[in-house]
């Protein structure tokens, strides 16, 4: 949602704002939050660099340096987020907010939406 991209963008802008520079000989400037939705979109449709600087209007080379440097800056600053649950009252809180906020029952989360294959492990018979 927007709130979520503005939450999102907050936790990043002076980061972000280290990393963009002034116009340099005509060339347009690329703003934070462009610099976000631009590797936001890569992150989530798996978007080449060559589309997104088609979709975007500025050049591949540009695309290719850039979202590297934002990753490093999204990692940096949401690595406390991906904390795995270790107990058993952890995984229950996250179960409960996963179904208050998408009213999924007995689910603890979701992974871009796609299936995942899941391998059972060996000897496990019918438990998995």
């Given at each position: ?56 209007m ?9 979202i590297?440097s ?59």
């Amino acid at each position: 949602t927007k709130d979520e991209f503005n939450d999102l963008y907050e936790m990043v802008e002076s980061d972000l704002k280290k990393i963009c520079r002034k116009r340099i000989c005509g060339t347009r400037y690329i703003s934070p939050k462009e610099k976000l939705v631009i590797t936001l979109r890569h992150l989530a449709a798996g978007a080449s660099d060559k589309s997104l600087a088609q979709y975007f209007m500025i050049g591949r080379p540009t695309v290719t340096k850039m979202i590297p440097s934002v990753l490093k800056i999204l990692i940096r600053n949401l690595k406390h987020c991906g904390k795995i649950p270790k107990t058993e009252r952890e995984w229950t809180r996250i179960s409960d907010r996963f179904d208050e906020k998408w009213d999924l029952d007995h689910t603890i989360g979701c992974i871009d939406g796609k299936h995942v294959d899941m391998m059972k492990p060996k000897l496990s018979g019918s438990k998995h």
